[in-house]
């Protein structure tokens, strides 16, 4: 699983990076976690609005710092 954070490096980048990285601890998964700072990159998902959460290429969420329970529920998913 390849997860994606898209965002310029605010504080709600960092925040969802942060919970995103608990809900993986929390459900005992694997994954790479990677930060996309480049607005070429995160235009080219499509997103208008950081911070987003990119879960294997497909864009889960935009616009908001989902809360650690969020973040769980859309990895159960997967």
Do not use: F, Q
């Not at 607005?39 to 609005?49: A, F, L, W």
């Amino acid at each position: 699983m390849v997860i994606k954070i898209l965002g310029g490096g605010c504080a709600n980048c960092k925040k969802l990076e942060e919970n995103t990285k608990k809900a993986l601890k929390e459900l005992r998964i694997d994954a790479k976690v990677i930060k996309v700072k480049e607005y070429k990159d995160i235009m080219s998902y499509g997103v208008m609005r950081t911070p987003a959460l990119v879960i294997n290429e497909r864009v889960v969420s935009c616009g908001r710092v989902l809360i650690v329970n969020e973040i769980i529920n859309i990895l159960k998913n997967y």
